[in-house]
């Protein structure tokens, strides 16, 4: 439910944010009250001013902060499901999707003929030979594995974020951008 992977929180455009993920964990408490009383313009982010009560508003802030506590405790104490391997990889490979919206790649990047031209076309990413491993150290560091790059590093995305989008431009087939 954190990571806005339900089915409501896959076809929002943008993508619903991932409430665990660093880059909404940033957020001060201030920050975190503002978003949600005022909403946030163009996404399914609703205002809840009037809605929630201030207080009420104040635990919402400090439950969504606890979130990437209660996902490791959730973790430690359950049993992961016996999915097999090319379902979670497909699994990886719709958040990695997800990932590429939110994240807003298309803007400079081009997938299947939609998409920015500032950096390359990505639609055959999967054929250009680059290991997993050679990607994510590319998103963490992109002027150290492409000289001159202009794009931004992804400091904001955590190791499991950075394995689905690498998952998503590594499948060979065509993908819906």
């Known amino acids: 439910m954190a990571g806005g992977r339900t089915e409501l929180g896959r076809n929002m455009y943008p993508p619903a944010m991932d409430m665990t993920s660093p880059h909404v964990q940033h957020w001060n408490d201030a920050e975190m009250f503002w978003i949600i009383q005022n909403g946030v313009r163009l996404t399914g982010m609703p205002s809840w001013n009037g809605s929630i009560s201030e207080a009420d508003t104040w635990k919402l802030v ?19 499901p016996n999915v097999p391997a090319p379902e979670q990889d497909a699994q990886l490979a719709r958040y990695g999707r997800t990932l590429y919206r939110q994240e807003g790649c298309f803007v400079c990047h081009a997938l299947n003929g939609e998409g920015g031209k500032v950096g390359p076309d990505l639609t055959t990413e999967g054929t250009r030979g680059r290991t997993d491993q050679w990607l994510i150290g590319h998103f963490k560091d992109p002027p150290a594995y492409v000289h001159g790059s202009v794009m931004p590093p992804f400091k904001n995305l955590t190791e499991e974020q950075l394995q689905a989008l690498t998952r998503f431009l590594q499948k060979p087939t065509k993908r819906a951008p």
């Open 62 to 80: 400090r439950f969504v902060h606890s979130l990437p506590r209660i996902d490791a405790a959730l973790a430690a104490n359950t049993v992961p």
